[in-house]
C-alpha cells in the first residue's frame, strides 16, 4: 500500500508512506505455521507546535507552524521533518497433545528513525527479539493458562548538532551517548485461572514483571567526528556520566469476578495492579549538557547521572472497577465506577535545589468517577450510544525531593479532563450506512503544578457508506465517505515536549474540517 498527503497546516507532506506485509499460513493439521513480515517506510515534516501564551488564543495561532522562507533559520520547515523505517516479523504455531492446548509466538523487529530537529539531527537505532509462550488446559471444574513473556532489545539514540543551513553542517553532538553492547533484558512469567461457580464467574492472575535495562556512557557533545561510531571510539566520557545496569521487577495480580443476579443483569469488579518504568532519556541529554548547571551541581552535591536513575522506583498503580450492566430487548446499559491509586508518578517537577524541571518518578494521586456506556437499539435500522464519563482526580501528597518539599498536593492530575461524553448514532438500510458521532473533552491541565489549564472543546464527525456486490472482479467493494470535523472546531488535541533539551510544554493543534474517501474491496 502506498499512501501520500498534505500537511493541513504549513508547507511539507505527511508522507509518502509505504508498507508491504506478506503473511503465510502452513495449514498442516498437527503443526501449523503462520509466517507474518511487514517494512513499512514514511518520511514526513513536522506540525509546529504551541506555547501556553499562544493557545490562549487559537483564533489567530491556530494556523502558526514552520518558516517556509528563509533555510537560515532554526525554524525553517526542513528543519523539522522525520525519515521512518520499520521491519517486523513473526512466526506462531500451534498445537494440542494430552489436552493441553500449546502456543508459541516468535517475534522480532527492526526500526530506524531519522529525525531533523532544527538545529540537530536525531538518529534511534533500535532491534527486538522475543517469544510468547502459552499453556492453556481445560478441567473438570476450571481452566488455566501458564505462559511466558521474553524478549531481549538493543536500542541506539543520538542527537548531532548541526548549522540551520541548507549545508546542515556537523556542529559537534547535542547528545552522544553508548550502550554497552549488551541487550535489555525483559522476563515475564505468568499465570491464569478461570472458574464458574454457577451465576459466579471468576477470573485471577499473576504476572512477574523483570526489566534489565543495559550500561550505558554519556559523552561530552564538543566532538569533530560527524560519524556516530567514530565520534564514540575519539569521545570523552562526562563526569558522573556512567549509569550502571538498571533493573526492575514488579508482581502484578489481577483478581475479576462476575455475578449473574438475573437472566438480564450481572454485577461485576475487577482489580489489577499496573506498572509504568521510568523513561532516562531526557534527563540523561541536559545532564550531558549541563542545562541549567544540573551536572555541576549534581557533582558538587556528591551525586552523579547513575545516583539519580538508581534512586527512581518503577511507577505502579491500583485499578479498581465495580460496575453493573443490564440487558434489554433493545440494547444494553451499563454503569460503572472505578478508583485508581497511582504510586511514585514519573511527572515534571521543579527542584529547588537544582534549580530546574525535570522528570521525577516521585509522587501520588488518587483517579476516581464513573461511567456509563450504552447501546441502544430504537428500530432494526437505527442504533444510539451515549457513554458520559465523569473524573476526579487529584494528586495525594507534596513532592519531596533531595530533602525539598514542592507543594502540589490536590491539585488536579494533568491530561485529566473532569467530564467527557461520546455520543454515537448508525442508521443502516440496505447497502446505505450512515453514522454521526459527537466527542466532548472537558477542561483539563497539562502539568501537575496546575498552572496552565486547556478549555475543553466539541468535536463531531459524519460518514456516509454504501455497499456493492460482485463489481468486476470484486465480489465486493465498499465506499465510505466521511467528514471529521464538521463545525471545525479549534482545540488543542495533545501536549508533549518540542526537543530533549526543551523543558517547556509543547501544545498541537487539532485538526480542521477534512473529507475523505475510503474504498475497501474483496476479491
Known sequence: SQANGKKWKGKGNLGKKNTFTLGINYLKENFPLTLLYSHSEQKRHDFKGLSYA???????????????????????YKYHQQDLTYDD?????????????????????????????????????????????????DFNSFSGEIGLWGELAWLDKYVEKVTTTPLRTHQGWKWLNKNDGTPTELFSPYITAYKEFDKLKIETGLRYMYYKESANDTYFGNNSYSNYDSAIDNGTKVPGGHVDPL??????????????????????????RGYQRPYRYSF?????????????????????????????????????????????????????????????LLSTAYNNSLAIDYLQNVGEAVVYGFQIQSSIKATNNLWFAIN???????????????????????????ETPRFSLKVATTYSLKKHLIT??????????????????????????????????????????????SVNNI??????????????LDDSTTYFAGAPRSVALNIKGTF
Open 54 to 76: 499562544q493557545i490562549q488564543d487559537l483564533d489567530t495561532n491556530y494556523n502558526l507552524d514552520y518558516d517556509t522562507v528563509n533555510p537560515n533559520t532554526q525554524d525553517y
Open 89 to 137: 516479523i513473526q512466526l506462531s504455531t500451534k498445537k494440542e497433545y494430552l489436552g493441553v492446548e500449546y502456543s508459541l509466538k516468535l517475534y522480532g523487529s527492526k526500526y530506524l528513525e531519522k529525525s531533523e530537529e532544527g538545529n540537530g539531527r536525531g538518529t534511534v537505532d533500535g532491534k527486538r527479539a522475543g517469544l510468547i509462550l502459552s499453556n492453556k488446559k
Open 247 to 272: 533493573k526492575y521487577s514488579m508482581f502484578l495480580p489481577t483478581i475479576g469476578l462476575r455475578y449473574e443476579m438475573t437472566e438480564d443483569t450481572e454485577i461485576f469488579g475487577k482489580w489489577g
Open 284 to 344: 540523561a541529554a541536559q545532564y550531558a549538557a549541563n542545562k541549567n548547571g544540573i551536572r555541576t551541581k549534581l557533582l558538587a552535591d556528591g551525586k552523579d547521572l547513575n545516583y539519580i536513575f538508581q534512586s527512581w522506583e518503577m511507577e505502579t498503580s491500583d485499578l479498581f472497577d465495580i460496575g453493573i450492566r443490564h440487558y434489554f430487548d433493545f440494547g444494553e446499559i451499563s454503569l460503572n465506577s472505578f478508583y485508581n491509586l497511582h504510586h511514585d
Open 388 to 414: 458520559p464519563a465523569l473524573t476526579f482526580s487529584k494528586v495525594t501528597k507534596d513532592i519531596i525531593y533531595n530533602n525539598a518539599s514542592y507543594s502540589i498536593e490536590g491539585n488536579e492530575v494533568a
Open 436 to 481: 454521526l458521532q459527537g466527542r466532548y473533552i472537558g477542561s483539563r491541565y497539562a502539568d501537575i503544578e496546575n498552572t496552565e489549564k486547556m478549555d475543553g472543546y466539541t468535536t463531531w464527525d459524519a460518514s456516509y457508506g454504501y455497499s456493492f456486490k460482485n463489481v468486476g472482479f470484486a465480489k465486493s467493494l465498499h465506499l465510505t465517505f
Open 487 to 500: 463545525f471545525d472546531e479549534k482545540y488543542v488535541s495533545s501536549i508533549g515536549t518540542a526537543d530533549l
